[in-house]
T-cell receptor, first 110, second 117 residues
Framework: LAKTTQPISMDSYEGQEVNITCSHNNIATNDYITWYQQFPSQGPRFIIQGYKTKVTNEVASLFIPADRKSSTLSLPRVSLSDTAVYYCLVGSRGTYKYIFGTGTRLKVLA | EPEVTQTPSHQVTQMGQEVILRCVPISNHLYFYWYRQILGQKVEFLVSFYNNEISEKSEIFDDQFSVERPDGSNFTLKIRSTKLEDSAMYFC???????????????FGDGTRLSIL
């Protein structure tokens, strides 16, 4: 499983766009990139997944460059309720486990 | 939206006692998982389960742990003789092999907080 590296923490203000970048230099051809959000005392919540280029859903966008060695989660116009830990995970179809890193602790300020 | 449900939300047990944590995965999912998170630490993989057998397990998942799908809806984690260091949040997850996403993202429950006294 490819190892991922993310910033430990980030601060932002309400209404701003937040971009969290994840490095995964050893990503394999079959690997997908998946992002989760976790609030205190709750389970990780699936945000978005992608393989290449750009993926967008109702809550976030995921940008993946051509070499796929990194990815960027973009959260448009964050609010206080987006304060959470965000995890970048890499794995292939049939992955039976996720390896969680420390994630990025995002703090949104008023 | 369908969700993974876990019971109880908080379990307090004396050291050495057996404990069973229960999970109801999303109904059409076929892959099931247990993870744990010790307070302030990373989420750690324990075990994955498919077709009524363990697919993969971590070093944490020793002989004190077992999993079972006793019926068509529940998935349980049993710790036979609990230790103080088993105190953690335990998360159940499930995934769908034929879902919208090709890589079957796992969907997590909100966990059971296990406190060993």
């Amino acid at each position: 499983l490819a190892k991922t590296t993310q910033p430990i923490s980030m601060d932002s203000y309400e209404g701003q766009e937040v971009n969290i970048t994840c490095s995964h230099n050893n990503i394999a051809t079959n690997d997908y990139i998946t992002w989760y959000q976790q609030f205190p005392s709750q389970g990780p919540r699936f945000i978005i997944q992608g393989y290449k280029t750009k993926v967008t859903n109702e809550v976030a966008s995921l940008f993946i460059p051509a070499d796929r060695k990194s990815s960027t989660l973009s959260l448009p116009r964050v609010s206080l309720s987006d304060t959470a830990v965000y995890y970048c995970l890499v794995g292939s179809r049939g992955t039976y486990k996720y390896i969680f890193g420390t994630g990025t602790r995002l703090k949104v300020l008023a | 939206e369908p969700e993974v449900t876990q019971t109880p939300s908080h379990q307090v047990t004396q050291m050495g006692q057996e404990v069973i944590l229960r999970c109801v995965p999303i109904s059409n999912h076929l892959y099931f998982y247990w993870y744990r998170q010790i307070l302030g630490q990373k989420v750690e993989f324990l075990v994955s389960f498919y077709n009524n057998e363990i697919s993969e397990k971590s070093e944490i998942f020793d002989d004190q742990f077992s999993v079972e799908r006793p019926d068509g809806s529940n998935f349980t984690l049993k710790i036979r003789s609990t230790k103080l260091e088993d105190s953690a949040m335990y998360f159940c997850a499930s995934s769908d092999p034929s879902g919208t996403y090709s890589n079957q993202p796992q969907h997590f429950g909100d966990g059971t907080r296990l406190s060993i006294l």
